[in-house]
C-alpha cells in the first residue's frame, strides 16, 4: 500500500516533528532516548551539554544530532564531583537531571 505525504505528515507529527512550509521537517518534541537515568561522574568546574532532544548517539550528551530541530542541549556545569543522574528520557522538568518522570512514561 503506498503511504501518501499525508500520512508521511501524520507518522512524522506522532514522533515529535513538522514539516514546516518549505517541506523540511522540524523536530519541536523530544524523543525518549532511554527510560532511565544515566549515571555520570561529573569533575568539578567541567561543563556538560545535555542531550535535549534525544537523538545524540553519545547520550546523555550533545553530539549536534539536533542540527535539524528546534531543540537545543542544556549546559550544565559542575559545582563538584560526584555521580549524578542525567535524564534520559527527556521529560524531566529539572533539566538536565532526572526527576523520575520516565515512571509515568
Known amino acids: ?56 548517539a553519545k547520550q546523555p550528551f550533545c553530539d549536534g544530532s539536533h542540527q535539524d530541530t528546534d531543540i537545543l542541549p542544556i549546559k550544565f556545569e559542575a559545582t563538584e564531583s560526584k555521580t549524578l543522574y542525567f535524564c534520559g528520557c527527556k521529560a524531566t522538568q529539572g533539566q538536565p537531571l532526572c526527576d523520575g518522570s520516565h515512571n509515568a512514561l
Not at 1 to 21: E, R
Not at 23 to 52: H, L, N
Open 1 to 56: 500500500m503506498a503511504m501518501y505525504f499525508a500520512d508521511l505528515w501524520h507518522a512524522d507529527y506522532a514522533l515529535g516533528s513538522t514539516i514546516n512550509q518549505s517541506g523540511t521537517r522540524t523536530m519541536s518534541e523530544p524523543i525518549v532516548a532511554q527510560k532511565a537515568p544515566y549515571p555520570v561522574e561529573v569533575e568539578i568546574d567541567k561543563s556538560y551539554f545535555w542531550c535535549a532532544c534525544g537523538k545524540s
